[in-house]
């Protein structure tokens, strides 16, 4: 079978966070502003969710603060196993297409931890920048589902989250991922943001997953 007989469709966040709790190896939701399904026929074998990242300082490192409000990640990626060889270049690409333009700068990152180096990503030439920093990260009751960021905004801050969770509150050392981006848009503005990008650009990574 072809990958072009599938059809990439939007569909409802509620649908796509279910699936990927479900299936993706991270079994939690996704920050989501646009969600889409692979479908064959009418089974849905795919979800891609793209949404804002989580943290502020990404968006304005990539291309400078004028351009900070037009990045979106692609937060969440599964197909269903079996699909044939360019199954998820193919969907990447739909998908990508189907974004609204003003979201023209697009960030993803590939888990060291477990163990994803960025093949897919290689093989569809996004832009490879290096690793994400080292930081901390808080975790209610142990579960990485919801951002710390977000409990400190609706606490008031780290002291106020602590004071509020106390010991449910738990320090974790949040591992290092490949960064990649991606440049959509007419050809001059792609050449326009390559010249804004304020990271450098790296040699890909060694292939693993």
């Known amino acids: 079978m072809s990958v072009t007989n599938y059809e990439v469709w939007a569909i409802e ?17 996704a920050s989501a502003m646009f969600t889409f399904g692979l479908f064959d026929g009418m089974d849905l074998i795919g979800v891609a969710i793209y949404g804002k990242p989580a943290s502020p300082s990404l968006c304005v490192g ?11 990640e692609l937060t969440r ?9 360019n199954t998820e270049s193919y969907f990447i690409g739909q998908t990508l297409r189907l974004l ?9 990152y ?12 290689q093989a569809t030439n996004w832009i490879y920048t290096g690793l994400s920093d080292a930081h901390v990260e808080w975790r209610l009751d142990g579960q990485s589902g919801k951002h ?3 409990l ?31 440049f ?26």
């Open 110 to 121: 590939a888990e060291i931890g477990a163990g994803h180096s960025g093949v897919i990503y």
């Open 184 to 209: 959509r848009g007419s050809k001059s503005r792609k050449k326009a943001l390559q010249s804004k990008l304020r990271y450098a650009v790296q040699s890909y990574p060694k292939l693993s997953a």
């Open 62 to 72: 990539i291309c400078g603060p004028d351009e900070s409000e037009r990045v979106v």
């Open 100 to 108: 609204p333009p003003e979201f023209d700068i697009v960030v993803s």
């Open 77 to 85: 990626l599964w197909i269903e196993d079996g699909t044939p060889k």
């Open 13 to 29: 966040p509620s649908v796509a966070q279910a699936v990927v709790k479900k299936h993706h190896y991270l079994h939690r939701s």
């Open 152 to 182: 400190f905004d609706e606490h008031g801050g780290i002291e106020g989250a602590k004071a509020y969770f106390g010991d449910r509150l738990e320090r974790h050392e949040r591992g290092r991922k490949h960064r990649y981006i991606m």
């Open 148 to 150: 710390s960021r977000h």
